[in-house]
């Protein structure tokens, strides 16, 4: 019985990060919708897969980092910070992806799926390469 108790030692723990990861999160998708000009949930409950793919890998961007904020953080302040780098790189990646394809929003909108996967498959690139550098 005492290895069960002992089990939930960190749960305490668990639950701030998992709060503190779930509210970066919510911001970064706050942010990521107000930035790009298509209206990524109203293309999505559309059936648009292109808008499907661009704000699935940008979260999926997103989320990686942070999973490595969590994972290589000394404590929930570090994680925050690094929280907030993830969420403002990948922005920036959105931002160099508008500026070397300016055509991508408007083709997101008519649904060209070949752009909306590019743009996911950067956002999420660009995740995991932020990720691996969070590992010093």
């Given amino acids: ?3 069960v108790l ?3 030692a960190g749960f ?3 639950l701030v990060y998992l709060a503190v990861s779930l509210v970066l999160l919510r911001a970064f998708v706050a942010i990521y919708i107000r930035v790009t000009p298509h209206p990524e949930f109203t293309l999505i409950r559309e ?3 292109a808008a499907a793919f661009s704000l699935s ?3 999926l961007g997103f989320v990686i980092p942070l999973g490595a904020a969590v994972r290589y953080s000394v404590n929930l302040v570090d994680m925050a910070i690094w929280g907030v780098i993830a969420l403002v790189v990948q922005i920036a990646a959105f931002m160099v992806i508008r500026l070397l394809v300016p055509t991508v929003c408007d083709d997101i909108t008519k649904g060209n799926s070949a752009q909306g996967f590019f743009l ?3 956002a999420l690139g660009v995740g995991i390469l932020n990720a691996s550098c969070m590992s010093f």
Wanted: no cysteine; charged share 15%.
């Fill in 1 to 3: 019985m005492r290895h």
């Fill in 6 to 8: 002992d089990s939930f």
């Fill in 12 to 14: 305490d723990n668990f």
């Fill in 47 to 49: 059936g648009n897969i």
């Fill in 57 to 59: 890998g940008a979260i």
């Fill in 120 to 122: 996911g498959s950067t």
